[in-house]
């Protein structure tokens, strides 16, 4: 199913144990030898998703690395994101060996109001990558590139289901949305079904269940290049080196453009050395050449914003996307 079977093999074995509420560990330096001991990764989202795969790819080289001698990730799915974001706050006092990875959603549900907390309720770690969008199908679906599924979706909207692993009026769906408009369809009609994840969108889209599906390029790429996924369109300026067969909406006519960041971000009140220490062994990783094998291999931008420039980032996005939200009609 996927490539370089063995290490994905380990990472939906270790995937499924988490996606059942099992912390895992894996081991890397000892303990003396690296920066900081211990990390437990929070992932708001089920195995196979966006969330996952950067907490796992993360914690993958950091500890192959020798930055940190081990660490061990929870899935908990719920409220597009809300339940883990909850739990974090809720019970700060315990999770300050807690990263959460998030990403744009968490922008956008709170600006929805789908629940109550924001960036602003959490200690922002850093922004430390970059992956853009991807229109995907099966590999025996009618569509062949992002036009033929423009086509049937202006012929009758309501026969192209659209298929994303979040929620109704998050990312995925808000970026499908947006590239129909750039093409001059209506984005209000988008027949948007959620799934809780990647993996189980994956699994919806190569069982026939929806037309296509609006995720993140990292999410596809390995299913991509088994040939059991076919990538329609990605949101890159330029075709994306680790699967260059997949075209950009641009060339295909298109003027629309996404990526989304992802970062981690600790509980409440931790303590600002405790913090920086976080943000360090993050900088740190980007030199190593464990961090690279992982970006290279999702198709991943560096986007560092550590801090107080992660702070501004988000700020900044926000406003942004209040705007193209407005726009496409999801606010008011």
Known sequence: MFSLKQKMDRRVFLGTLAAVGLGVSVLGAPAGAADIDKIHFLIPGGAGGGWDGTARGTGEALTKSGIVASAS??????????KAIGFLIENAKSNHGTLMVNSTPIVIRSLIKRFPHNFRDLTMIAG????????????????????????????????????GGSAPGSMDHLVAAMAFQAAGADPTKVKYIPYDAGGKLNAAILAGEVAAGSTGFSEAVALAKSGEMRILAVTSEKRIPAFKAAPTLKEQGVNATFVNWRGFFAAPGLPEAAANKYRAAIAKMYSTPEWEAVRARNGWGNIHNPGKKFVSFLENQEKVIKTLMTKLGFLK
């Open 128 to 163: 430390t990558i970059g992956d853009y969008a991807a229109i995907i199908t099966g590999k025996n679906s009618p569509y062949k590139n992002f036009n033929d599924l423009l086509a049937a979706y202006k012929k009758d909207p309501k026969k192209v289901s659209i298929g």
């Open 73 to 82: 990730y929870e899935n908990m799915s719920g409220g597009g994101g809300g």
